[in-house]
């Protein structure tokens, strides 16, 4: 099965396609609360990493710390330029410390692998682009964990309920496939494309709501999780959309490809912006990276990081100058969107040093 093939499948489910995107418009109107979705995440893609230097290598490179990282856990992390602005964000698996997946946005892994393979010749280890190859699901809703490990059959044995930061392999068809849980409301599964379409049907089968990848966005813009994509790539210093409060920067681990500016910023306090989320009139989604202006002409004070329709709204994360939101000011997109803050769940202004 290829990716037409696999869209072809999700239209006999109900999908509309829109922009690489699946949308299910029967499971619109279902209680997001409440119930249970499932999520084609085609838009999403992956980077895989083997080899015996593989946790070596990326510990030199990644802000997050993968040594203390036990094996079949995750975390949020990035890298970075010399100069200390993301090239790509993601959520790092580590299956072992010989094997880890990065799993990103799928418009920003051709140029995350190639920023990394410049630094990966002197270890032994394989980098490769595992985004045809392998598809994800997303199962989003409340207790996503202990449901998924019920209708994945994670839980046996010893073995409790999938719990946050946490990943499980396991067999389907005779295939490997990962579940990992990404936070309480999110739990990722990655197996072989061939293999989608069965997991699918079973999981759709046994009560999830198939519904469209806005959801999934809508659930990571309300978590605070910030995405890098291509048009944002090498905009944004870690602190600028909170990594470092998302556990997705070590200050202890030692060097790293731009820690040093990473390191100063936070030890002199000198982020002048961070990541807040905001609501706006609908209309036609802000790319990542879009400017967020001051009224009448006024100077860029911010950017989007990702943006999705909530009913006749959109929900938006953006990186904003702090002094401006301080004063008070009016914040809006270049077409006259206003912004109007909201809260994270998370204390933004936390000190991580303290």
Same mark, same amino acid.
């Given at each position: 099965?290829?990716?037409?093939?696999?869209?072809?499948?999700?239209?006999?489910?109900?999908?509309?396609?829109?922009?690489?995107?699946? &949308?299910?418009?029967?499971?619109?109107?279902?209680?997001?609360?409440?119930?249970?979705?499932?999520?084609?995440?085609?838009?999403?893609?992956?980077?895989?990493?083997?080899?015996?230097?593989?946790?070596?290598?990326?510990?030199?490179?990644?802000?997050?710390?993968?040594?203390?990282?036990?094996?079949?856990?995750?975390?949020?992390?990035?890298?970075?330029?010399?100069?200390?602005?993301?090239?790509?964000?993601?959520?790092?698996?580590?299956?072992?410390?010989?094997?880890?997946?990065?799993?990103? #946005?799928?418009?920003?892994?051709?140029?995350?692998?190639?920023?990394?393979?410049?630094?990966?010749?002197?270890?032994?280890?394989?980098?490769?682009?595992?985004?045809? +190859?392998?598809?994800?699901?997303?199962?989003?809703?409340?207790?996503?964990?202990?449901?998924?490990?019920?209708?994945?059959?994670?839980?046996?044995?010893?073995?409790?309920?999938?719990?946050?930061?946490?990943? *499980?392999?396991?067999?389907?068809?005779?295939?490997?496939?990962?579940?990992?849980?990404?936070?309480?409301?999110?739990?990722?599964?990655?197996?072989?494309?061939?293999?989608?379409?069965?997991?699918?049907?079973?999981?759709?089968?046994? $009560?999830?709501?198939?519904? $469209?990848?806005?959801?999934?966005?809508?659930?990571?813009?309300?978590?605070?999780?910030?995405?890098?994509?291509?048009?944002?790539?090498?905009?944004?210093?870690?602190?600028?959309?909170?990594?470092?409060?998302?556990?997705?920067? +070590?200050?202890?681990?030692?060097?790293?490809?731009?820690?040093?500016?990473?390191?100063?910023?936070?030890?002199?306090?000198?982020?002048? *912006?961070?990541?807040?989320?905001?609501?706006?009139?609908?209309?036609?989604? #802000?790319?990542? $990276?879009?400017?967020?202006?001051?009224?009448?002409?006024?100077?860029?004070?911010?950017?989007?990081?990702?943006?999705?329709?909530?009913? &006749?709204?959109?929900?938006?994360?953006?990186?904003?100058?702090?002094?401006?939101?301080?004063?008070?000011?009016?914040?809006?997109?270049?077409?006259? *969107?206003?912004?109007?803050?909201?809260?994270?769940?998370?204390?933004? &202004?936390?000190?991580?040093?303290?």
């Amino acid at each position: 099965m290829d990716q037409q093939q696999w869209q072809e499948f999700l239209c006999g489910q109900g999908a509309l396609w829109n922009e690489g995107a699946a &949308d299910f418009p029967a499971g619109e109107n279902s209680n997001s609360g409440a119930e249970l979705q499932l999520i084609d995440l085609s838009p999403m893609g992956a980077i895989s990493i083997n080899g015996p230097d593989s946790q070596k290598f990326l510990q030199g490179q990644l802000t997050c710390d993968l040594v203390k990282l036990p094996d079949e856990h995750l975390t949020l992390g990035s890298h970075c330029n010399p100069k200390g602005r993301m090239i790509s964000a993601f959520f790092a698996l580590k299956i072992s410390q010989t094997e880890f997946v990065l799993l990103l #946005p799928r418009d920003l892994v051709a140029t995350a692998l190639a920023a990394l393979k410049k630094y990966a010749v002197f270890f032994k280890t394989q980098l490769e682009d595992v985004s045809d +190859s392998q598809h994800w699901f997303g199962l989003c809703g409340r207790d996503a964990g202990a449901a998924a490990s019920h209708l994945l059959s994670l839980s046996h044995g010893s073995s409790s309920d999938l719990v946050t930061g946490q990943l *499980r392999s396991f067999d389907h068809n005779g295939h490997r496939a990962l579940a990992a849980c990404l936070s309480e409301r999110n739990v990722v599964i990655q197996l072989p494309l061939e293999q989608a379409a069965d997991l699918w049907q079973k999981l759709a089968g046994s $009560g999830p709501v198939a519904s $469209g990848y806005s959801q999934w966005q809508r659930q990571l813009i309300e978590a605070g999780l910030p995405q890098v994509h291509q048009s944002s790539s090498e905009m944004f210093i870690p602190q600028m959309v909170n990594l470092h409060l998302l556990g997705g920067v +070590s200050f202890k681990k030692g060097c790293y490809t731009g820690q040093e500016v990473v390191a100063r910023m936070q030890y002199l306090g000198a982020a002048k *912006r961070r990541m807040y989320r905001a609501r706006i009139d609908g209309g036609e989604l #802000p790319q990542a $990276g879009a400017e967020i202006f001051t009224p009448n002409g006024g100077s860029s004070v911010g950017n989007t990081v990702q943006a999705c329709h909530v009913g &006749d709204e959109i929900e938006l994360l953006a990186v904003l100058t702090k002094s401006k939101v301080a004063d008070g000011e009016s914040l809006q997109l270049a077409d006259g *969107r206003v912004l109007e803050l909201l809260e994270l769940p998370y204390d933004a &202004d936390a000190d991580p040093l303290a």
